[in-house]
């Protein structure tokens, strides 16, 4: 509904339509709708009237006439328009941590084929919440893992057989992440950003989120982490510099390689083949890719490339908030 009127009222306010044209070239591929509902919906949690009690009173907001819509909308674009542009201008942030139930079996995949400790690279990470995947707890019909009593547990309708277990306990010895955006968990206000890309109506997700920030936010206290506003192509090339023996590194990614510019995708790609061309046994490199099947597709498929040899395998096909999850052995070498 707020999309929906929001296209009627850009219709009608050349000025309104020529600044969201202005926000970038392909407005699916930057989910330019995604970030107005969000851009409102923070608005909402801010206290701003009259998005707060709309929002509040009608929880998916699907139930508010067309015409509070109307002059809610109107009302936002010229009280808080520098705030929306503020919005508009930046990429999604939603950080989905039920990414992690795929996550971490493609990082299991990785341990058992290397028997490394690994060095985790995320780029887009936003709040970093999936750097942490092997911390929550997963408890799926076919296999468990993680502290029974941790602060997040991850549930989905598993398919197929238990991911391969290395034949030592995982260890993560590095994490370190990048975005071009990138929120800290220890600022309040940036945090709420975080929220505001998780509709009121969706009550799982949003407990998820709240239980991932604050074990998050602890954890990068307890590590000094701190997610790197830097570009992707740049964080990429200069972890791949300093990768030392001992040790896998693995490139992860999650529903972000469609924000990333042509150019940026190229360098990370031909700094990815240079690394991998160079990469032994004992200086493995794997990319796990957890990313839109199809373009902008809605279901996801998890990827795994691995070096030295650079077989890319599919790992797993997932609904796109990883709701249910279908794991394939192995994977089939493509």
Not at 146 to 170: I, V
Not at 238 to 258: C, F, I, K, N, Y
Not at 302 to 313: I, S, T, V
């Amino acid at each position: 509904m707020v999309l929906a009127r929001g296209r009627q009222w850009l219709q009608h306010d050349a000025p309104a339509a020529a600044a969201f044209d202005a926000v970038a070239a392909d407005p699916s591929a930057a989910a330019v709708p995604l970030r107005w509902a969000a851009a409102l919906h923070h608005l909402a949690l801010q206290g701003a009237q009259p998005w707060h009690t709309l929002w509040q009173q009608a929880g998916d907001i699907e139930n508010v006439s067309a015409g509070q819509l109307d002059a809610a909308i109107a009302q936002a674009w010229a009280g808080h328009r520098a705030q929306v542009l503020a919005a508009l201008a930046l990429p999604p942030q939603t950080n989905e941590v039920q990414r992690s139930v795929a996550l971490l079996p493609g990082l299991l995949h990785v341990a058992a084929d290397t028997g490394l400790p690994l060095v985790l690279l995320e780029i887009g990470a936003s709040a970093g919440l999936n750097l942490w995947c092997d911390r929550y707890r997963h408890a799926h019909a076919a296999w468990q893992w993680g502290d029974p009593g941790s602060r997040l547990s991850l549930h989905s309708d598993w398919r197929g057989p238990a991911p391969r277990l290395p034949a030592t306990p995982l260890c993560i010895a590095r994490r370190a992440g990048c975005d071009a955006q990138p929120i800290d968990l220890a600022q309040p206000a940036e945090s709420l950003r975080l929220v505001s890309f998780v509709w009121p109506e969706q009550v799982a997700r949003l407990a998820r989120l709240h239980a991932a920030r604050t074990a998050a936010a602890a954890w990068h206290a307890q590590e000094g982490l701190k997610i790197e506003a830097l570009s992707a192509a740049a964080f990429v090339q200069r972890e791949l510099d300093q990768r030392l023996p001992g040790h896998a590194t693995v490139l992860m990614q999650s529903v972000v390689w469609q924000y990333i510019a042509a150019d940026q995708q190229a360098a990370i790609a031909q700094a990815m083949e240079r690394a991998g061309a160079a990469a032994t046994a004992e200086r493995p490199l794997a990319w796990l890719r957890l990313e839109p099947a199809t373009g902008l597709g809605t279901d996801l498929e998890l990827r795994c490339r691995l070096w030295p040899g650079g077989a890319d395998r599919l790992l797993a096909r997932a609904h796109a908030h990883v709701a249910s999850i279908e794991w394939l052995a192995d994977g089939a070498a493509t």
